[in-house]
């Protein structure tokens, strides 16, 4: 199969992939909902296999890699993108006040934007140096939905550089974008 992904470089690439997750077990608190998600997820060597085409394709030699992950898949993640050859900057924790408690035990209120680069950093804009923490706070709204304090997260670090969405839901202005739910 052919992926098709804009014919320009990029030099920051967001990506938010459809990990091989499910609703969990169905609940007598929600008995329309089903253990599917709403969208089609992807094995884990397959989503590194179309990250590794797309790096290849679109990334600039030299770019940075801002990936969503849960605890779940957050070493094997880690693990990969060494393996390709990026290195870990930062953890980013998205604090989003709200969760799920699968199984009804702890609440899961948080998931980690990972920040790799490859072979080097790309300097952040000067006047951003430690304004940010590593915790971004916004409530949770759909399911899987990212939260906007993400994009203006990358976009104040890096305002000049073009910027990729991978598995993107909707399009945004100074981004390109890619994804089946387009």
């Known amino acids: 199969m052919e992926l098709l992904f804009p014919d320009k470089k990029f030099e920051i690439l967001y990506t938010d992939p459809p990990w091989p ?3 969990g077990g169905l609940r007598k608190s ?9 969208y089609s997820v992807m094995s884990l060597e397959d989503i590194f296999i179309v990250h590794k085409t797309a790096t290849e394709k679109v990334m600039q030699d030299t770019h940075t890699v801002f990936m969503w992950a849960i605890d779940k ?5 880690c693990i990969e993108m060494e393996r390709l050859g990026y290195k870990l900057h930062a953890r980013i924790i998205w604090n989003k006040t709200n969760g799920v408690a699968p199984a009804f035990t702890v609440r899961y209120s948080h998931e980690y934007l990972l ?3 490859k072979p080097k950093m790309i300097p952040i804009e000067i ?3 430690g304004k940010w923490t590593t915790v971004l706070e916004e409530k949770a709204t759909n399911h899987s939905k990212k939260p906007e304090i993400a994009y203006k997260f990358i976009e104040s670090l890096y305002p000049s550089q073009a910027k990729f969405e991978m598995y993107a839901r909707n399009t945004r202005w ?3 974008s890619w994804g089946n739910e387009l």
């Not at 929600?30 to 709403?38: A, F, G, I, V």
């Not at 898949?73 to 993640?77: A, H, K, M, P, S």
């Open 21 to 23: 997750q499910s609703k």
């Open 30 to 38: 929600r008995p329309n909902q089903n253990e599917k998600l709403d």
């Open 73 to 77: 898949f957050l070493v094997e993640t």
């Open 115 to 117: 920040w790799f680069y």
């Open 127 to 129: 006047s951003q140096r």
């Open 174 to 176: 100074g981004w390109d």
